[in-house]
């Protein structure tokens, strides 16, 4: 697994690429985290446009990261998902929780509370 990260205002993007799994997830929540704080970020995005696999930690990841975005009156969204992760996304249910974005541009005018270009 591969981070790496941009930032657009409030807004930390998380550019992903590998696995998530049991062995990353652990890592990948400290490091999105540490980059939230030193960013004093409000909002996040998951581009998971490299991300080949992820099971039910990178899940678990994403939804603790949400609950502490909605403590901070902040969005979540995730960006570029592969069709295979998009099918995980969907039959875990996540999909309810956090909208998916074919394109990292309509991703951030959602998190930041505007329309799409």
Do not use: W
């Not at 799994?21 to 996040?44: C, M, P, V, Y």
């Not at 992820?54 to 592969?82: F, H, N, P, T």
């Amino acid at each position: 697994m591969e981070l790496r990260f941009t930032k657009r205002n409030q807004t930390l993007i998380a550019h992903i690429s590998g696995e998530i799994d049991h062995h990353t997830s652990g890592e990948l929540r400290l490091k999105i985290d540490r980059a939230l704080e030193q960013i004093s970020g409000k909002n996040i995005i998951f581009c998971f446009r490299e991300v080949t696999f992820m099971d039910s930690s990178g899940i678990g990841m994403m939804i603790g990261r949400y609950k502490q975005i909605q403590s901070l009156g902040g969005r979540v969204a995730i960006a570029c998902a592969s069709p295979k992760v998009a099918d995980i996304i969907a039959l875990s249910g996540l999909g309810r929780l956090l909208p998916d974005y074919d394109e990292l541009k309509a991703a951030l005018a959602y998190v930041e509370g505007r329309e799409a270009e």
